[in-house]
């Protein structure tokens, strides 16, 4: 494909999740600022907020929001703020992680990333693009965080559906 994504070089998706896009200058922006000349294709979504980098490093592409359905399995690392949702949903496809956040639950979210192996967990609400660097610099570094991440992948597709869950929870339906 001309002028397309090369398919030789790790994918990174960054997002500060659904709701936290008041400020992109918190993680979004330092990672793509932070992984500028890096050999890697960097995927934001913002999810309704605005990219405040003009112009954009070439390695970058930025979406309103994308299915994860069909980018996670495409990518190599996630950049997140450690929101519940995401990060689920990356441990769903293997997707190792680097979860910035100190909101909400994602100060433990962030904790728990580190405990499981599963990526780097770093509990503070924003990011410098040479921290941000260094995170996914040692996520894609070696094969601990990704093979941790596919352990629990393989764990969550083995347990109940979702309508099993929600059948355990409300009871079987009327017949």
């Not at 580190?114 to 040692?138: E, F, K, M, N, Q």
């Not at 869950?165 to 009871?171: D, E, F, R, T």
Request: hydrophobic residues 40%; contains cysteine.
């Amino acid at each position: 494909m001309v002028g397309g994504p090369r398919r030789d070089r790790p994918v990174v998706h960054v997002t500060q999740g659904t709701i936290a896009n008041a400020d992109l200058g918190q993680l979004l922006e330092p990672t793509i600022a932070g992984l500028a000349d890096a050999d890697v294709l960097v995927v934001a979504t913002t999810c309704g907020g605005t990219v405040q980098m003009d112009p954009l490093p070439d390695n970058v592409r930025v979406a309103d929001f994308l299915p994860y359905d069909e980018l996670l399995p495409r990518c190599d690392v996630m950049v997140t703020n450690g929101g519940y949702g995401g990060v689920n949903h990356a441990l769903r496809y293997a997707v190792p992680l680097v979860c910035v956040g100190a909101s909400e639950d994602k100060r433990d979210v962030a904790a728990r990333v580190t405990w499981s192996g599963v990526g780097v967990g770093i509990s503070r609400p924003a990011l410098s693009p040479r921290a941000a660097r260094r995170a996914v610099d040692r996520v894609l570094a070696g094969t601990a965080y990704r093979s941790k991440a596919r352990e629990l992948a393989d764990q969550i597709a083995a347990g109940p559906s979702t309508d099993e869950v929600v059948a355990l929870i409300c009871g079987p339906e009327p017949t």
